[in-house]
Structure formats: C-alpha cells, structure tokens
C-alpha cells in the first residue's frame, strides 16, 4: 500500500481543479501557446496549455510552480521628473512575466536541467517573442523598459500623499491587486489567466476607467478632454502603458504635437489646430521635440513651444473669460506674472502664459522694427508705470480715445491674442498660426515707407479703432492723422509701438505718449515728439519743430 502524504495529495486535487477553471479563460487568448492557441504564436505540437508558465513537479524555484527560466537581465527603467515613486529592477511576478515579454528568452523554454527536455518548438520558426511585436517590452536590446510604466514599487500611502494625485492604495478596486499588499506589479493591472477587457486588464479601460482608479489627475474628471461624450479611449489617446514613442509621461507618440494631433487636425474630430499650425507664421511646435518639461521653470527653460506650454489637456475647459482673466483654454498652467516672478500656482490671466516666452527669458531674439527705445522683453512693454501701453495688463493711460469702436471704451482691456490669432475666424483661434507676419489676426503693414493708403493695410488697427473717425480731422484725437497716414503715406507703425514704451528704458509722458516709438529705419535718431508743446522734429518734416493742435 502506497501512503500519500497530505500535503501532495491535497496539492494534486487541487491543481487538478483549478487548472481547468484557468484553461477555459485561456484557451481563446494569446497566452494559450499550445498547438491549439488562436494566436500566430504557438508550438508545433505541444498539446499542453498550461505548461508554457506551470508546471506541477520540477518547478522553478519561484513561484507559482513556475516552469520557465527566470530572466537576469538589468533594465533601463522609466525615468521622469514628475515620477515620485522609486520603481527597482523588476522583482516578483513582472520578473515572471519579463520571462516572455522582454524578448530575451525562447518562448517554449523550459527550467530544466536536461538540455534534451527544455524547449518546446515553436511553429513558423519563431523563438523568441519578435521585438516588433507590441508585446515585446525589451525592445531590440531587450532591457529597455524605459518607456513602459514603472513597475516593483511600493504603492504607499505616503506615495499616494507626496504625489497629490494618485489614489490611497486602501480605495483600489479589489481587481487592481498589489502584489504582497504593497508592491505594483503587472498583475495590478493584467490578469494573465482571463482575457474579457482585451491585454488581460483586470478592468475594462475604454474611457481610462482603469488608469483613474490610480491616476486622480486634479481637474480631469470635469475637463472637456475628461467628461466629453463619444470620446471612448480618452487616456489612451495620448498615453501608452507599454512601448510608448515618447518615453517620458508615457506618450504615444514621440513629438508632443502630435499626440495632440491625433484629434486637432482635419481629421481628427476635434477642433483643427494642426491645419492653422502649418501656415507660414505659427508658434513653431514642430521644431523640437523632447525639450518641454511640465517641471520647468519658464524664466530659465530652454528654447521651445510646444502645445503644453500654453494648455493642460487636463484641465482644459470651454469657459469664457474677460481680459485679462484667461479663458478655460488655459486652466491649469504655469505663468509668469506681471513682476517678471513665476506664479506660485497656476496662471490666472491671459499675459502670464505669454509672459512664459515673451519676458525675460524671451525666446524672440530679433524684432524687425527698431525703435527709439528699443525691448524685446513683453511684460516691460506693457508695464502699468510706462508712459503709455496697450490695455493687456491694466487699463490704459489714454483718457479721450475716440476713435475707439462702440464695443470699446478707455476702461476695456484686451487680451494679446485680440492681435495675435488666426487670421481666418472660420478656423481655431488663438496664436498657432496665421498668414500674417508675428502671427496677427489681420495685416498690419510695418516694411514699407511711403505706403500708398489702403484700409485692409491696417486691418489690425481698424479692428479697435473706427477708421471713420480716425482719420476724421474733425473727429480724431489727432487731426493730423488722415494727413499722415493718406496724403504722406506714412504707415501707422512708423510713429506708433504697438505693446508700448517702456519707462524704465527711458519712456516719459513728454516723448512717449499715445505710443509714439519712432522706427529708425524711416525716421532719424534725433526724432523728437513733445506731446505737451505739441510738436513734433523728424526726419521727414520740412522744417522742424513742426506743431500741431
């Protein structure tokens, strides 16, 4: 009589009960490698499904009975300067799993050590799983996780508190399982021996169902790209847990535009943005790639635009907004304010995420127009203690503006992309590109003197300021208007600047009122304007001082 110990024999009832339990979610998924797998990927005749992950006897050390060679290989992990977790090298069940998936173990190998008895055959003559296969995590040096989401961490409380927006490891669903209780494996998220969701998802993740249960983006839930109807894949359209083109954030694609492509072109659904970047004055989005860090410090970054710069798609809102307030386009991003200091929190009007490029570390380093006072720094153009300024930051020092169309009054204040835009309403707004020169919405003509007078050559200013009364000698402000700007042909840009003049390069109230900035390449450094004694001496009078009423 043969005496079973109780221990094997309870083993042997219960792997008999439970291996079936586990085919039958096997056998129509790509995990079943056996000749009767579904997939393009299974053996020559191996019948046995489990075999290729377990065996009952003569297991792997690890566990559970595993069959397979462990990988040893060190990997080039995720790295991001938003990453707060301390991902290892790959331990425990996604050591397990990376026996497959890195790509650098046959695929029927078997631990064994009888080199007869340790490999099972696989058809078509593949060996190891094809890097070119989404499934292939190593990549062809087969260590490169780097662009897949870390793994082997400890998810913590005081992870979750430190991040600020991950999820307390206590409200996970019970489907997303952390390995001993604490560690993320890849078993929080996959489920090898099911398949219903599609990847072996513990959960369906059609609108990023699975990613939010850890991922509690502040503001996401509520954001347009959060809560729209129809959009089904929603964090799926811009991240990839596996294999992503741009490492860093886990974006699908490799240049950041072009995640945001993926809907914001002519075929994309969403608004077009992508058609109106392309036109010959644009923020130039394309150029580099990789550079934008949602870490950095605008007063230091290096040079680049990139669409985050200016939106957080998590964040973004279709809610208006008066100037200055910025509009829900851009909630949520970082800003530059009024003082030249980087905003403690996020912007709150329009000028300080422009003042992100276009103050001191401003990234246009040549202005075609030279003027008197000369300054590429934005935020000293339109600074409050200046002679004068267009209203972007504050309202305006101009107490008499009749010219001012009705919607308009000295008290309104405008936004920079009431001049830098789209130049075709029928297409997205804001400053991503446009026909004319600085991306302005309509023609603003600055090269040419004398210019014959045409109204669409100032376009742009006739947009504020009612050209009927402008240039009205009866009605004007400045009655000499309609002298200049018809009989002499004298561009408007020739006297006026049109940020403003900044006082702290030399601006006064005698000399640089009503934004009076002569460009030197049509009028002489000697120019003078004295808006007091209302005159005028430059280049282009007969005789000078001349004066006026």
């Not at 608004?271 to 130039?284: E, G, I, Q």
């Not at 200055?324 to 980087?342: D, F, I, M, R, W």
């Not at 018809?486 to 006026?496: L, M």
């Amino acid at each position: 009589m043969i005496i079973i110990p109780r221990v094997a024999l309870t083993m042997a009832v219960s792997f008999a009960i439970v291996q079936p339990a586990l085919a039958t979610g096997i056998l129509n998924s790509s995990h079943n490698l056996s000749i009767s797998g579904p997939g393009q990927i299974r053996a020559t005749t191996e019948e046995r499904v489990c075999i290729f992950c377990h065996t009952p006897h003569h297991a792997n050390p690890s566990t559970p009975l595993w069959s397979r060679p462990t990988s040893t290989t060190v990997y080039d992990l995720y790295q991001s300067t938003t990453l707060i977790a301390k991902p290892g090298q790959p331990s425990g069940s996604a050591r397990l799993c990376l026996s497959c998936h890195d790509g650098t173990i046959a695929l029927g190998a078997l631990y064994s050590t009888d080199p007869n008895r340790n490999t099972i055959e696989m058809a078509g003559g593949i060996v190891k799983l094809p890097v070119e296969r989404a499934s292939n995590l190593g990549g062809s040096s087969g260590k490169n996780l780097s662009n897949d989401h870390p793994i082997s961490f400890a998810y913590t409380e005081e992870l979750a508190r430190l991040n600020g927006q991950l999820a307390l490891p206590g409200t996970l669903p019970a489907k997303v399982r952390l390995e001993d209780g604490t560690i993320l494996q890849c078993t929080a998220c996959h489920n090898p021996h099911t398949n219903p969701y599609g990847k072996f998802l513990v959960m369906d993740n059609s609108k990023g169902g699975l990613c939010v249960t850890c991922h509690t983006i502040s503001g996401y839930s509520t954001s347009l790209h959060g809560s729209a109807t129809g959009m089904s894949a929603r964090c799926n359209l811009c991240h990839t847990s596996h294999n992503a083109g741009g490492s860093m954030r886990l974006m699908i694609r490799a240049a950041e535009e072009d995640n945001c492509y993926s809907c914001h072109s002519s075929s994309g659904g969403a608004r077009d943005v992508k058609s109106v970047a392309t036109k010959f004055y644009n923020h130039p989005m394309a150029a580099t790639t990789g550079i934008h860090d949602p870490k950095e410090d605008p007063l230091s970054a290096q040079k680049h635009v990139e669409c985050q710069d200016c939106h957080n798609p998590h964040k973004v809102l279709a809610a208006p907004a008066a100037p200055p307030v910025s509009s829900g386009a851009l909630y949520g991003v970082k800003g530059v304010s009024s003082a030249g200091e980087l905003m403690p929190g996020d912007a709150v009007n329009q000028y300080e995420v422009c003042y992100r490029c276009h103050a001191e570390n401003n990234f246009f380093g040549t202005q075609n127009v030279v003027r008197q006072i000369h300054e590429l720094n934005v935020r000293l153009d339109f600074d409050q203690q200046n002679p004068s300024y267009h209203p972007v930051v504050s309202i305006g020092k101009g107490s008499s503006v009749p010219s001012l169309r009705t919607q308009y009054s000295t008290s309104s204040m405008i936004y920079c992309t009431d001049c830098h835009s789209n130049n075709d309403s029928s297409q997205a707004k804001g400053p991503h590109g446009s026909s004319f020169m600085h991306i302005l919405a309509a023609r603003y003509e600055t090269d040419t003197y004398p210019l014959d007078y045409s109204e669409s050559n100032y376009a742009l200013c006739f947009r504020c300021h009612d050209q009927l009364v402008l240039l009205d000698p009866a009605r004007s402000a400045f009655p000499q208007h309609q002298w200049h700007v018809i009989t002499k042909k004298v561009p408007c840009s020739v006297c006026h600047d049109p940020h403003g003049v900044p006082k702290i390069r030399g601006g006064n109230t005698n000399a640089n009122a009503h934004l009076i900035n002569f460009d030197l390449r049509f009028v002489t450094s000697g120019a003078v304007y004295d808006s007091v004694g209302k005159s005028c001496s430059v280049s282009c009078h007969a005789s000078n001082p001349h004066l006026y009423q």
